[in-house]
């Protein structure tokens, strides 16, 4: 009798327990829930490299954001993942604007929420027309390639064009860039010692979507157009005061496209490359600034 009763509370104390274990889980997975309802998202920043390089462009301003609570993306354009010790592929004859835009906006709309893009030359055009379509909450052009309408020639970018001409017929390969052309292009205010080290990550690029975007006045496609009117979110348009391929006379143009949503800034000690190049902290820790200043906005 003692032994069935000793049993029954054994077994009575021990369902006490495992229902108390149940319980508990279920009250703290509750209060879980209901903290990260109320915690805000961690903050998206989508980073667009520009023409021949790719996503290591972005290494400084990937660990500075992330640094500060942001999940940065940097995608990698198309057939921008060979070296040029390597044979290009040459699927990027082909490749234009529209199909490296349609490759980033496929991975933004997997995401739970709007980003912010950040796009540098090659990269702030597609950011642009990302823009247009709704997909960010806000839009930082860097150094930024012109959509159509703004004319893309000046002086400087006619002789970084020619310095990087391989040969006469070259528009029917992909293209290739020369050290020469890379240095006085973007990579002058590089330290010495960084400059080669930077040429041989480059990668080649589509004859096409430079060509799109240099004679978009001949695009009957009108690959590179973006409807201003349809980019309401706030945009910030950034460029180095000593740029040779997108000058400041070209980026006050972009900006005041977009005039109703735009604010510019222009860094006296900067070039085209002002994503890398020494200082480039002065340019992220501005741009940042200018996200909390647009906080509710975005």
Request: a positive charge; glycine letters at 6%.
């Amino acid at each position: 009798m003692r032994k069935g009763m000793f049993n029954a509370t054994v077994s009575f104390i021990s369902f006490l327990i495992i229902l108390g274990v149940l319980c508990i889980p279920s009250n703290a997975l509750a209060e879980k829930a209901k903290d990260a309802a109320q915690k805000p998202k961690q903050p998206v920043v989508v980073m667009i490299h520009g023409m021949f390089v790719g996503p290591w462009c972005w290494d400084s301003y990937r660990n500075y954001f992330e640094q500060r609570g942001y999940r940065v993306i940097t995608p990698t354009l198309k057939y921008h993942d060979r070296p040029l010790s390597s044979p290009p592929n040459h699927l990027m004859m082909e490749t234009g604007i529209l199909d490296y835009v349609a490759d980033v906006e496929k991975e933004i709309r997997t995401l739970d929420q709007k980003p912010i893009i950040i796009g540098h030359s090659m990269g702030g055009l597609i950011a642009q027309i990302l823009a247009s379509k709704g997909l960010a909450r806000a839009t930082i052009l860097i150094a930024p390639a012109v959509p159509r309408g703004i004319n893309p020639i000046s002086w400087t970018g006619i002789k970084s064009f020619w310095m990087n001409r391989q040969r006469f017929g070259h528009w029917r390969e992909p293209l290739r860039p020369t050290f020469e052309g890379a240095l006085y292009s973007f990579l002058y205010l590089m330290p010495p010692n960084e400059q080669k080290k930077v040429f041989d990550k480059l990668t080649y690029e589509s004859p096409r979507a430079a060509w799109e975007i240099s004679f978009w006045y001949f695009d009957s496609h009108k690959a590179t157009y973006v409807d201003e009117s349809e980019v309401t979110c706030p945009i910030l348009t950034v460029v180095g005061a000593q740029d040779r391929l997108t000058p400041p006379s070209i980026a006050k143009k972009i900006h005041k496209k977009y005039k109703s949503v735009s604010t510019y800034r222009e860094f006296d000690r900067h070039s085209h490359f002002i994503i890398a190049e020494p200082g480039w902290e002065e340019v992220a820790q501005f741009i940042e600034a200018w996200i909390a200043e647009h906080k509710q906005r975005i």
